[in-house]
């Protein structure tokens, strides 16, 4: 998705910098109104491509708000416009909920899918998600016990000859629940021997600075959630605990994103990690680049199964 130019409108400090960050995180342009006068008053230009707005604001004058974004129309919009506009109408109700938006709009969650990327619609749905407050998980729904049914490790690596990425899908781990989601602990580990960059001469060099024979795993041991803002069935979330590599143990908070569906959980975090503080080093002879880059950044996506004997 190419970067977008947003205006946000929300009086709530905690929830205005939080969502302004996320988003300059993913490279968009963000401009934020102080009040609702300015964000008419910027409406009003052509260089705006979406608008972020808190609809619990006190005497939010939408009508303003509509009649500032519809002042230079001059003939009825395309049928594509008003789709996207309908469904993004659809998504602020249902504060991001995929499944009970598709209900309403009487189309499979599927289709809806398709047409959220279709029309760029996840800044809709995030703004839905952090407009809402915690979901039902982080309220006292207790969490079963769980276990990786799937996942995926894989990081981003620098070189001065280029890019490349290593992964493995050698992945386990176990979750120990609780009375509710601040309650939950437990591991996600996997062996260093597994990643592959897709290049043997790059495998046999990783595995001798990381030293897997030595430091066969490496490990995350979940001591901590700490949720943000979402729905029942998805939220933002930090991961509280400690990483282990190359036999350095240290403490980390990571980004989270944690979604909830059946029996199932699935658990997303993207977070950079310099290689120095795991004392990796040698990494600049593969392939005989002059020099990899500190810098790494890290991907996790893993599906835990919940419920009795995991």
Known sequence: MKPLHVL???????????????????????????????????????????????L????LDLSALRSAILSDTGEPEPLDSAERRHLALVLRYTGGNKRKAAHILGISRSTLLNKVRKYGLMLVILAGL????????????????????SGTLSFDGHATVGDFVGITKTVSGELTGGADLTAVRGWVEAPVRTLTTHNGKRDKDLNKSMESDKYPNIRFELSGITPRV?????????????????????????PGTLQFEGSQARVRSDFPLRLKDYRIGGLSKMLGVLKMYDGVQVHVDLLFGLGPGK
Do not use: Y
């Open 56 to 59: 619990g604001m006190p005497g």
């Open 130 to 149: 952090l407009f809402s407050g915690p979901g039902l998980w982080a309220q006292g729904r207790p969490v079963p016990n769980g276990r990786v049914d």
């Open 8 to 54: 946000v409108l929300n009086r709530n400090p905690e929830r205005l910098d939080e969502l302004v960050a996320l988003l300059r995180s993913a490279d968009h342009r963000i401009d934020v109104a102080p009040d609702e006068a300015s964000a008419v008053e910027s409406l009003g230009g052509t260089s705006l491509d979406a608008l972020l707005l808190d």
């Open 230 to 254: 979402g729905t029942t069935d998805s939220m933002a979330a930090v991961l509280h605990g400690a990483l282990v590599i190359h036999g350095v143990t240290r403490k980390v908070d990571l």
